[in-house]
């Protein structure tokens, strides 16, 4: 709502993205692309995780090419919509709101490798305690059957990484669906979250706002007088000259009587 504020955090978003980024976009760029931007997963066919696992096993050929191709960019849309509606709801709720999104996105993400399961391993302890310690044990449990798997037992000094067997995938879903219940009960407790007092003044602002059409000039708060306990007044809106005047009564006080 501080338009310097948005500047200065979009300035230094920036300046950071620049500084890492920028070297690989200028040098690297065709691994870039193929690895970060058009990154499908260990198998861009089938990653046997979500909605284009769901889509494979009901044949829904159309679905399965949609998903990973335009329908990812619907699927970012949603995990962010739905995350900000219920922050700029109830501005207290930011962390809830951060593990929120990255929930949703792995849930519904159409590429997927192994170590996307540690993405919501900390913040769904935020949407649901007891739901959240249950999404970590699955997924570390699951983490645990294929890692064994692809090292041919202990003692895991070598891996060869695949995709997910049939069993494994059927686990997946178990966590799959533990993921969602975080989701589910992540977004009733945002949405239940009482109201502070900064959520009241900010909505009775916006309403004044729309109502007036123009943003209303603020009121300097009434600030206690040390000697008398009435408001000193809304003309001393200088932490400066609070400072002074304090310091005048103060003076005066102590002044010797003749």
Same mark, same amino acid.
Request: glycine residues 8%.
């Given at each position: @709502?501080? +338009?310097?504020? %948005?500047?200065?955090?979009?300035?230094?978003? &920036?300046?950071? *993205? #620049?500084? /890492?980024?920028?070297?690989?976009?200028?040098?690297?760029?065709?691994?870039?692309?193929?690895?970060?931007?058009?990154?499908?997963?260990?198998?861009?066919?089938?990653?046997?995780?979500?909605?284009?696992?769901?889509?494979?096993?009901?044949?829904?050929?159309?679905?399965?090419?949609?998903?990973?191709?335009?329908?990812?960019?619907?699927?970012?849309?949603?995990?962010?919509?739905?995350?900000?509606?219920?922050?700029? @709801?109830? +501005?207290?709720? %930011?962390?809830?709101?951060?593990?929120?999104? &990255?929930?949703? *996105? #792995?849930? /519904?993400?159409?590429?997927?490798?192994?170590?996307?399961?540690?993405?919501?391993?900390?913040?769904?302890?935020?949407?649901?305690?007891?739901?959240?310690?249950?999404?970590?044990?699955?997924?570390?449990?699951?983490?645990?059957?294929?890692?064994?798997?692809?090292?041919?037992?202990?003692?895991?000094?070598?891996?060869?990484?695949?995709?997910?067997?049939?069993?494994?995938?059927?686990?997946?879903?178990?966590?799959?669906?533990?993921?969602?219940?975080?989701?589910?009960?992540?977004?009733?407790?945002?949405?239940?979250?009482?109201?502070?007092?900064?959520?009241?003044?900010?909505?009775?602002?916006?309403?004044?706002?729309?109502?007036?059409?123009?943003?209303?000039?603020?009121?300097?708060?009434?600030?206690?007088?040390?000697?008398?306990?009435?408001?000193?007044?809304?003309?001393?809106?200088?932490?400066?000259?609070?400072?002074?005047?304090?310091?005048?009564?103060?003076?005066?006080?102590?002044?010797?009587?003749?």
């Amino acid at each position: @709502r501080d +338009r310097r504020q %948005l500047t200065r955090a979009a300035s230094g978003f &920036l300046v950071v *993205f #620049l500084v /890492l980024w920028l070297p690989a976009i200028t040098q690297q760029w065709d691994g870039l692309k193929r690895n970060v931007l058009d990154y499908t997963g260990w198998d861009g066919n089938n990653p046997h995780w979500g909605p284009v696992d769901a889509a494979h096993r009901a044949n829904l050929p159309s679905l399965v090419t949609f998903l990973p191709g335009s329908g990812r960019f619907l699927i970012l849309a949603v995990s962010a919509a739905i995350p900000a509606a219920l922050v700029l @709801r109830r +501005r207290s709720t %930011l962390a809830m709101g951060i593990g929120l999104s &990255l929930a949703f *996105f #792995l849930l /519904l993400t159409p590429a997927f490798a192994m170590q996307y399961l540690a993405w919501a391993a900390a913040v769904v302890l935020l949407l649901d305690l007891w739901w959240g310690t249950a999404y970590n044990l699955a997924a570390g449990a699951l983490l645990f059957i294929v890692y064994d798997r692809w090292s041919s037992g202990f003692p895991w000094n070598h891996a060869h990484a695949g995709g997910m067997l049939t069993s494994e995938a059927n686990i997946g879903w178990i966590v799959w669906t533990i993921l969602l219940t975080c989701i589910v009960l992540g977004i009733f407790r945002m949405w239940r979250w009482p109201a502070d007092e900064t959520d009241t003044c900010e909505r009775a602002r916006d309403g004044e706002e729309r109502s007036s059409g123009h943003r209303p000039t603020p009121v300097a708060p009434q600030i206690p007088s040390a000697a008398s306990g009435r408001a000193v007044g809304s003309s001393i809106t200088n932490p400066l000259s609070l400072a002074y005047s304090l310091e005048a009564r103060g003076a005066s006080r102590r002044a010797p009587t003749l």
